[in-house]
């Protein structure tokens, strides 16, 4: 079971501007930025694709954060008219510069520190959740061997148990 989407009234205004979000165009970008202090990267993830759509909430991380909604934005227009992204693949028409984006899915145990808010809106049910890639300069990904150890460093591999 999802909140629902009309029932706003009383709820915090964040929360109420998610749901209207979600009702409105289908999704909603949540930020997640480090604390004063703290260290790590930041990411970004939908609410409200699989809801909408049918199709995988996304995340990506590392990227500046504006750069991340933007990315999660052009997915969800895309996923919106009916495009669908699989878990293993890769695709040439997200990024800039004709860099390719790899995606895999998530697994369970990593939802509540990467994507808690996605449980307050699904509620008990169950959602699925692709993780976005963006290789380094050269075209590789964080699990390919000589991949840039920042591009490492800043794109955790939740596909992983």
Not at 3 to 18: E, F, W, Y
Not at 50 to 60: A, Q, Y
């Amino acid at each position: 079971m999802t909140k629902a989407l009309n029932q706003t009234k009383g709820m915090p205004a964040p929360d109420a501007k998610v749901l209207q979000d979600i009702q409105r165009v289908g999704w909603h970008v949540v930020s997640v930025f480090s604390s004063e202090g703290e260290e790590g990267p930041e990411w970004a993830f939908s609410l409200g694709v699989f809801h909408s759509f049918g199709h995988p909430e996304i995340m990506i991380s590392g990227l500046p954060l504006d750069t991340c909604t933007a990315i999660i934005n052009e997915i969800g227009t895309t996923v919106r008219a009916g495009k669908r992204y699989e878990s293993g693949e890769q695709y040439a028409d997200i990024l800039a510069d004709s860099y390719k984006c790899a995606f895999r899915e998530v697994r369970r145990r990593y939802y509540r520190d990467y994507v808690g808010y996605g449980l307050w809106f699904y509620e008990r049910d169950p959602f699925p959740l692709l993780q976005c890639f963006w290789p380094d300069k050269r075209g590789r990904f964080p699990w390919n061997d000589g991949c840039s150890e920042y591009v490492r460093s800043v794109q955790p591999l939740l596909f992983i148990e």
